[in-house]
């Protein structure tokens, strides 16, 4: 195992953080110019939508300041992600500090609560249509 200072783990930090933001800047100027998203495989292929259809365009109006906006295109853009980018900041600031990268039991909870939640989010928005007016 090789062990990194904290200088060498910030610096790729750094980088890694840097790369994601390349990529969605560079989405974010494509959308906003020609009006053309990542398209969703899985929704391309079942026709329905993942819980993470329609990220893009509440990212798009989250930048805009558009809350609501950003609601209705997906609810996920404002409930969890918040509290994933959270999470990451986290590990980031614990990576820094120790090196350490290892998962501790209350962070497999929050993953299983976090599954939990987009499992049902995908049933609802994809599902809860077909009730009609049939309620649980």
Partial sequence: MIIMD????TIKLI????????????NAIIYTT??????CIFRLTTGL???GCGM??????LCKGNLHGALGHNILSVTLMPL???YLVYKALVFIKTGEQRT???EYV???ICFIVLALFFVYRNFYPFLGNYHL
């Fill in 15 to 26: 980088k890694e953080i840097a790369f994601v933001a390349v990529i969605l800047a560079a």
């Fill in 84 to 86: 994933i980018l959270i």
């Fill in 110 to 112: 929050a993953y299983t």
């Fill in 6 to 9: 904290k200088r060498k783990r």
């Fill in 104 to 106: 501790r039991a209350w």
């Fill in 49 to 51: 939508k993942c819980p």
């Fill in 56 to 61: 893009t365009h509440a990212y798009i109006e």
């Fill in 34 to 39: 020609t009006g053309y998203g990542i398209p």
